[in-house]
């Protein structure tokens, strides 16, 4: 392996909203990781290809750091693993940030169901076994070639215990790396979390890790929800996970960035301040690697027992049984897997965070009509509403593909609150605008910023038969706008 | 888990106000980021118990209620 990566430094995974602070403080936050799809939007066709605007590009490589791609969404251990569909917009991101290597995930999301490949929802581990291996290396080898740039595979968090016939999990990313011939980008988080629930002790995992390999550190913070410690990136790193950071990094004498991670609905209650002070313990870090050996201590040798075991195809089938709405499913018996009670257990676990993701999404996107739903039917019914709604439907990757579909699911079971209606046609039509980068016309009644009001007020709507109704005209022509065209006799909103 | 947060729009919200709900929407069709936690989204809009924060005409976040 030819690749050397640049000594970088420590950095952040860069979010819309940290804009400011990546801006304003190019002397300590060195690195600036990208996730060009969390920058995209998906346009309402079925068949329409996710893409990034022009000018948010060129935005972004006005940011004063050295950046990084890190694909979100297109992960790299599946017997689905797109290879075309979204790769020219992704490399045209990666050559205009200049990324000295890439990065994604060495984990499963599109899985094949009674009527197609699906979406699962979640970032699923791989089983790791040696078929696995061969199948995994062999997607990243093609990622590398239609990138043709330097790839590096996520070390992922796998909420599932290890199965006797599965390779332990630092020989097979060992494994893959090596088939591969490519770079670790070693998620610290991912690995402390796996230990922290019982999985694999995060110095075995290290221990059989190929050092020379690790291009990157990700470290971020995590939470205890259901039972598990969870990958949340909800904000400070743990100080356990710290130390045991700056042991590993003293040994990695090809690492090029270090990068703290933040989910993006946990920015605004962690603040600036925090966010700052977790990307100075990283220069710590960061110090700790210039005393890094030229030749790293070998790993240990691997070996591992190869055992008949199921095939990826079999480990994708069951996910789908328990992770895709039932009419999707593909029916077929996984009869080479036995499913024990900790996989039915963990497989529970990843739906309820599939759930959160997705209830998680509506109230992002859909916030108005959320809250009046809220202040309409109750919180348990609404739950209930989400729950119902999340069995009954399919995950989507894109947030507004989820808020309309939710929409069409409200439109098939009507619940009666004064301006509901109004409400989600209203956001529904601003998310419109936004994922076809359209000027949308929409009838609504004149005084929706007072439905609005009320709805932050945290009332029901005061609603009336024969308001005034007049036509909007909505748009993100370079910036985004609102403005009223005329006003309609009161009563004929469309 | 830490406090929970809720973001309320301006109680008068006008059409220049609606361009800023625009342009928070605009910020939130990407693809979802990397992680394998809970999304605390829908949580933060059910139960503003603890927080709250105010936008307001700069799209400026302020923290009320304490």
Redesign the interface.
Known sequence: MAFQPPRLGPGAIYLRSLDGLFRSNADLIKVAEIEPQTLWTKATASDSLPRGSRGELRFVCALPQRMLAHGVGYPVAGTSCDQHRHISEFRLWTEELASPWVSEHLSILDVRGARGSRNCGFLMPPLQTETQVRLAAQNIRNRQAVLDRPFAFETGVNYFSLRDFEIPDGEFFRAVADAADCGILLDLTNLWVNDLNGRAKIGDVLANLPLERIWEVHLAGIEFAHGHWLDAHSGKIDPELVSIAAETVASLPNLGAIVFEIAADRVASFGPTAFLKEVEALHELWDVTKRAPATPKPAAEVGFEVHDAPTPESWECLIAERMLPAEERPGNAVEELQVRAVDEQSFSLYRRLVSAFRAGTIAETLENTTRLLLLGIGETALRDLIDRYVAATLPAAFPTDEAFNFRRFLDANPISIPGLNEILKFEATLLEAAANNVTMRVALPKDIGATLADIAAGKLPRFSADRPVAVFEIGVDAVPFVRILDEQPSGHAA | ???N?T?????????E???K???A???????????????????????PAN?A?LVDKGLQ?NEIGH
């Open positions: 888990m830490s406090k947060v973001v309320l729009v301006h109680d008068k919200l006008n059409l106000q609606c361009q709900v625009l342009a929407v605009l910020t939130k069709s990407g693809h979802t980021g990397c992680f394998s936690g809970l999304k605390i989204s829908f949580e933060n809009v059910v139960d927080l924060l976040v």
